[in-house]
């Protein structure tokens, strides 16, 4: 090599080196942002659930605490009224079985909102009471397994608690399905939920594109919280299978 | 002694083929165009040797080869969702693409000798892709971003096609006289081969399965 | 099926919330063989009026300030045990029921029940039998059975003759008295008298206390 060709050599060699180190520090700094990113997107979620399921806890509360014993009391008193004719009877019967719908469905409404059973005896328990108190005629039949589960904190035990409620009536609303299989196992250091049924599936990509995939974002977001994954998988006639993945906090 | 390690460079292509060969069945269909490219390179660079071997030119299968590889990498974009509802362009690109390289190896020069415009201009283009889909991955990827296998090969693309658009260029400015200024100029390009190959065969290790897709606009994660 | 008895159940009642105890006020005041002594907001204001007033029957709420129903129930018991303890209850406190029976309390209401149900816990309680809500759901049941409540320990175990038997179970499946009357081709007279009968072996008011006397006694069991 001459002269002439040696100094473009060199050349070539500095200016590849000094894109290399631009190169260098512009990826650097796109991960650098992207973690920021990824942290504080995280942190408007939760702030966002948070407040949610406040907003939540607090309308149960409210229910139960503020109207309940308002209709126990408007019933006892209208009890206590002396009536003296026949049509009087029927009309308070009437009454009665009114006040026992509204205490029904305030019940119902109040559980939806948020199940004491989840605070006090757990996830597990709450899921089988949910799924207990779904209404018989339904189409679809759910069956709920677990193996034994680690205690879970509060918060966890809430996001599995929505993650189930959302696909249980998912699956009732569109699926057409005839069973529901809901599987919840811990291995290692991963907690798994998986629910499988048999109805008409859906073509996911067309679902999620669509704004009111709302439903889907909701689940992935919940499944991003708790630090794991949503894997879906559906096809039109073949069932749909979602699968959560968490991984388990050791207890500090 | 150069052209061993040029040889060693070019053919470290097979780790990341012989991964993407055995977990094939595997991995989501979406990565498959890349999948076909790794293996078509390793095709080529045994043909190369081959070729180096016996008839001493190795442009013809040489030329073949980047214009396969161009449309497989476009393909592979497509798959990927880069041009979304675009579809347009890119049938404009692949046209564009085709056009250059027939007016160039059958018009400007000759199929048997090497030229450096179609090579900048892939090299370009799959360069101004990447650095697309790379920043959609920043938008959309929630986990580690040098663990997610889109991430991963935009990268190693824009790292590699970088430095070939520029050792081409400075090709074309006539400065192939003496074989070992050649040679010195090639092994740049050489080593980041060998570290882009490296990084294709993480990516191709981490590629998600299939079924194993959540949104199509998050990342598929490593399984 | 009420009887009436000759001086009035002398009862105190417990809840936090003023706007129930007005109504359940409203309800009792009327009848004539029960009088309330006095109302109490928490646990502690109900041991103490307890100790002070001497009643028969305490009906107390179980989640109240300063002293809950559970905790209130055992004082009872402990300090006074003459005195016979009635659970009331909202919804949804499956498990507190069980604790309060196992506290010491004999029955529990829940508090959207029917006037008349009201009437006959206070009479069955006064009486010394056991009394559960007629809406007890099937797993409060189970809850109860499978607990260390045993109000049975003083009753003999009762022996059920075969046709005795299969009542008990057509009762435990909630048939209604024709139901079992078509099913086992007896008038539906006959049933009600069979009915009775179990009801008075097992010392219990309704089907609920049949039912969980006879999971209790693994006469019976809940079919999942």
Redesign the interface.
Known sequence: ??AH?TS??NA??V??AI?GII?LYF?AS??Y???R??LM??RSLEAEIELLEKERSRIASDL??DL??????????V??L?IFSDTDTRTVDRV?DH??SL?FRM?EI??DML???LG??GLVAAIEEFI?NLPQSLAVKTHFEHCLLPELPVTQSIHLYRIIQEIVHNTIKHANAGILLIELKSSGDQLVLLSKDNGCGFD??VQ??KSQGLG??NL?SRA?LLGG?????SAPGKGTIYIIEIPLLTKS | MNFMLSVVCSMSIVIAAIIGAWRFKNINAVFRPFLFCLWLGLLNEIVSLIAAKTIHNTAVNGNLYVLFESLLLLWQFRRWGLFGRHRAVFYLIGCILLLVWLFENFILFSIVQFSSWFRIIYSFIVVLLSVSM?NRQ?LV??????RNPVALLC?AF??YY??KV??ET?WLYG?N??S??QT??YL?LDYFNLFSNLIYALAVLWMPTK????????SP?PS | MTAKLYSPVRILFA?D?E??R???N?????QPDIEVLGEAENGEDLVRLTGRLQPDLVLTDIKMPLMNGIAATKKIKDLYPQVYVIALT????D?LIVDMLESGARGYLL??A??NE?FEAIRAVHRGDTYFCKQTSA?LMELIARSRYNPYKTVERAAFNEKEMEVIKLICDECTNKEISDQMHLSVRTIEGYRERIQEKMKVRNGAGIAVYAIKHGLYKIPR
């Not at chain 1, 994954?229 to 998988?233: A, G, N, R, S, T």
């Not at chain 3, 409203?26 to 009327?30: D, P, R």
Request: aromatic share 12%; glycine share 4%.
């Open positions: 090599m001459d060709q473009i050599y070539i060699l200016s590849s894109l190169m990826i796109i991960i942002q992207q973690r990113n990824r997107y995280k139960h605490d309940g014993p308002l209709l126990s009391s408007i019933k006892f008193s009890g206590s002396d009665y006040i026992d205490m019940r109040s559980a199940p004491h059973t006090r005896k207990s996911y990509k999620s594109a889907l974002r992935n991003e994954k949503l894997l879906v998988e | 790379l920043i990827e929630k986990g580690p971003l040098l990268l824009i790292i970088t430095y520029l050792v400075f400065l006289e003496s070992t200024f010195k100029v740049i079924h194993r897709f959540t949104m199509p606009f998050s994660a | 809840d919330h706007i129930f007005e109504g359940f409203n309800l009792l005041f009327k909202m919804f949804d406190e498990d508090k959207n029917h006037k009201v797993k």
